[in-house]
């Protein structure tokens, strides 16, 4: 599945390659030095035990996240959105009824790449549980959502460019 980014978070998920790949180079210098050491057994050496355990956590994270970034696709920040449909860098209008208590909520928020969601600004990013299930839909359309805070039945009221 293809992660939609911005620029920042993708150079950050880079850095972070890099800082594993030293990481990693670092445990295996500690992990031959520890197996050098003067020891009866080299089962006996707990120095060198943990830095195996160290050093196969360190090459899942690495291997975990050189997946990701090799699934990534950077958003460039002045995409043109469609507004036909809900989908990435769009404004979205909501009605809400959770189906639990029978509240009804309006409310609006933009679908943004990971990396520029901002909650306190209703930006969200385009794989968060609520909007997942909005992406492809168009006004007037309905999507059933479960969440932690109930059963919510959703409406689109409108799609807008994000200003």
């Given at each position: 599945?293809?992660?939609?980014?911005?620029?920042?978070?993708?150079?950050k998920a880079g850095?972070?390659?890099?800082?594993?790949?030293?990481?990693l180079a670092k445990?295996?210098?500690?992990?031959?030095?520890?197996?050098?050491?003067?020891?009866?057994?080299?089962?006996?050496?707990?120095?060198?035990?943990?830095?195996?355990?160290?050093?196969?956590?360190?090459?899942?994270?690495?291997?975990?996240?050189?997946?990701?970034?090799?699934?990534?696709?950077?958003?460039?920040?002045?995409?043109?959105?469609?507004?036909?449909?809900?989908?990435?860098?769009?404004?979205?209008?909501?009605?809400?009824?959770?189906?639990?208590?029978?509240?009804?909520?309006?409310?609006?928020?933009?679908?943004?790449?990971?990396?520029a969601e901002d909650?306190?600004?209703?930006?969200?990013?385009?794989?968060?549980?609520?909007?997942?299930?909005?992406?492809?839909?168009?006004?007037?359309?309905?999507?059933?959502?479960?969440?932690?805070?109930?059963?919510?039945?959703?409406?689109?009221?409108?799609?807008?460019?994000?200003?």
């Open positions: 599945m293809k992660l939609f980014v911005t620029k920042e978070y993708f150079s850095e972070r390659i890099r800082d594993l790949n030293a990481t445990i295996r210098e500690e992990k031959t030095a520890a197996y050098n050491e003067d020891t009866n057994t080299w089962h006996d050496n707990f120095a060198y035990e943990q830095l195996t355990r160290e050093e196969k956590q360190t090459q899942k994270l690495l291997a975990d996240l050189t997946s990701e970034i090799n699934n990534m696709c950077v958003v460039p920040a002045n995409i043109k959105n469609n507004t036909d449909k809900v989908g990435l860098n769009c404004s979205v209008c909501v009605n809400e009824e959770n189906l639990d208590t029978g509240t009804e909520t309006k409310r609006q928020f933009c679908i943004v790449p990971l990396g909650i306190s600004k209703n930006m969200y990013a385009y794989n968060t549980p609520l909007v997942k299930s909005l992406i492809g839909l168009s006004v007037g359309d309905e999507a059933n959502v479960r969440l932690p805070s109930g059963n919510i039945l959703i409406t689109i009221l409108s799609i807008d460019k994000i200003n």
